[in-house]
């Protein structure tokens, strides 16, 4: 098994949390994980990312072609990660915000509705476990109760009162994604290409 | 459910916890990107309520070199860390140190450069660690660590290289190990020496007080008399030789049949690791090595292959070619030696170095 993906967002959005709670899961499963960030200048409203690689052997390049999985919280990050799927990976994206959405037709791709349902539920915070709980539906590499104890090892302990939250947020994810419908190429009628009259 | 004792750490944080596990007495740093980690774990870890370390954010590197300077010629464990610009502040104490034959630890987190460059890894101080960067006649002995794991086995490495040699020691790494997680396995604590464990092992050369000894200790290299300097260069030079012969240190990926072999260290053999796997697959004969000490180098493996028949080598840096020198001096013209590398912080991916190789030594 390997599991090569990115997370791609705004900083503020959790996106680097996210990797970590999913390298700590997979550390509890017993699998290799690398976790790269980009670092630096990204701050709050600036972009960020992370690449986590999961693997059951031994991680070579903790830096890839294209990944397996590819998340998009934002519109930078659609134009920037699309075209790194590789052919049959899975796009999974958050519309809010997503004015281009993905065109490619070779892969698989899901959308989830995590930063409207947050601001529904007045769970603003929830909104990175909750993308968390619908990947891992499309890709169930590590348990439920793992992602749970790999959360644990991730927060300091001030913010484990907030465990079951995160908990429900994930489920959530989990119900809320959805397979994008296959789009089969439609022509436009022809008398938008002046055709016919 | 019961939680496995598993962690998963930066680079630069390792650096911090191997330290204090292996009994370092000294930290003196200022911070930089992207290594700023390695003094925030150890100021978060409080190391002086349990060790008795010192951990000091001194005014500035010129401060912090000099202030391992200090600590060194008393023969404690003493150790910095910087980023590149940092680096090159330190220079002139670097210089100083190994002149004074003082074992001591600096490690560099490579960024982007010249000049104050960018925030992003690269790998462009591989000369200025192996062939000077502060003046004479010195050599640091220069490790690469390629994994989180080896930046945190590395730190012990290079202290019981330091005091074996009486030489200080860089660690090389970069921006991508310092910042990337990995599973990390820590070693036991040991203890910090007491003075009096110090002044008895050092008694040859450390400046602890003269106390029952017959004669003062002197830590200098001030040499105004030529002959005398030039015995202090002699000695160097024997010394060097001496590393050379016993710590140059390597790892071969798949070099037994191979007909093309990539050199590459720390982050960037990682990849190179992944470019031998997928050239495999394609049915390139194509192996790595790795070399684990930068300098010494390990020339002679190189020289072996190039016997051997191997059709050519590809030095794989994040900078312009600077190990490549190293290389071709090894290999000597007996095969074919070219460089691939990016620059600026940007890194490369397994498809480009497999590309490069291509388009540039197998053709």
């Given amino acids: 098994m390997k599991e090569t993906m990115i997370i791609a967002g705004f900083g503020g959005q959790g996106v680097l949390s996210m990797g970590k709670i999913l390298a700590y899961s997979a550390i509890m499963q017993d699998f290799e994980v690398t976790w790269m960030p980009s670092y630096g200048p990204e701050m709050r409203g600036g972009t960020a990312n992370v690449t986590v690689i999961v693997s059951d052997k031994k991680i070579s390049s903790p830096i890839a072609n294209l990944y397996d999985t590819v998340i998009v919280l934002n519109q930078q990050s659609m134009d920037k990660f699309e075209s790194k799927v590789r052919p049959g990976g899975v796009l999974i994206y958050d519309t809010n915000g997503i004015i281009n959405p993905p065109t490619r037709t070779d892969i698989e791709i899901y959308t989830i509705d995590a930063a409207e349902e947050c601001a529904r539920m007045g769970q603003a915070k929830m909104f990175n476990t909750m993308i968390l709980g619908g990947y891992l539906k499309v890709k169930p590499i590590v348990k439920l109760e793992n992602v749970m104890a790999g959360l644990k090892k991730s927060l300091p302990e001030r913010a484990w009162r907030f465990l079951p939250q995160n908990e429900a947020a994930i489920l959530h994810g989990a119900e809320i994604i959805k397979r994008r419908q296959v789009t089969t190429t439609v022509f436009p009628p022809p008398m938008w290409l002046g055709l016919v009259e | ?363």
């Fill in chain 2, 1 to 363: 459910m019961a939680e496995k004792d598993v962690r998963l750490m930066k680079g630069n944080e390792v650096i911090a916890y191997a330290a204090v596990h292996c009994g370092c007495d000294g930290y003196f740093g200022y911070p930089i990107t992207p290594q700023s980690e390695v003094m925030e774990t150890l100021m978060e870890l409080r190391p002086w309520e349990s060790t008795g370390m010192v951990v000091l954010q001194a005014e500035s590197e010129i401060a912090s070199i000099n202030m391992v300077y200090g600590g060194a010629a008393t023969g404690k464990k003493i150790m910095t860390s910087s980023s590149s610009p940092g680096v090159s502040l330190m220079s002139e104490g670097l210089s100083y140190i190994a002149a004074c034959e003082l074992p001591c630890l600096v490690v560099n987190c490579q960024r982007g450069g010249p000049g104050l460059g960018t925030i992003q890894p690269s790998q462009g101080d591989y000369l200025q660690a192996c062939k000077g960067g502060g003046h004479g006649d010195y050599h640091l002995i220069v490790l690469a660590p390629s994994s989180v794991q080896e930046m945190y086995d590395f730190v012990g490495l290079s202290f019981d290289l330091a005091f074996k040699h009486r030489n200080p020691v860089m660690l090389l790494a970069d921006g991508a190990i310092g910042q990337m997680m990995e599973k990390v396995v820590f070693s036991e604590q040991q203890p910090r020496l007491t003075d009096e464990q110090v002044a008895e092992q050092q008694k040859a050369w450390a400046a602890t007080g003269k106390g029952q000894r017959a004669n003062s200790n002197v830590v200098t290299s001030l040499y105004l008399n030529p002959e005398q300097l030039e015995m202090l260069n002699n000695r160097l030079q024997e010394k060097y030789s001496r590393i050379k012969a016993e710590e140059t240190r390597y790892e071969e990926f798949m070099c037994d049949d191979a007909e093309y072999v990539l050199v590459a260290f720390g982050s960037s053999a990682r990849i190179c690791s992944a470019v031998v796997e997928q050239a495999r697959e394609e049915g390139i004969k194509l192996g790595l090595l790795r070399p684990i000490t930068l300098w010494p180098f390990p020339a002679k493996p190189l020289q072996d292959m190039a016997e051997r028949g191997v059709k050519g080598f590809m030095s794989v840096e994040m900078n312009a070619g600077q190990m490549v020198e190293d290389v071709r001096m090894a290999v000597e013209g007996k095969a074919a030696v070219e460089h691939y590398g990016r620059t600026g912080g940007v890194i490369f991916t397994p498809d480009e170095v497999l590309e490069a190789l291509k388009n540039n030594l197998i053709k």
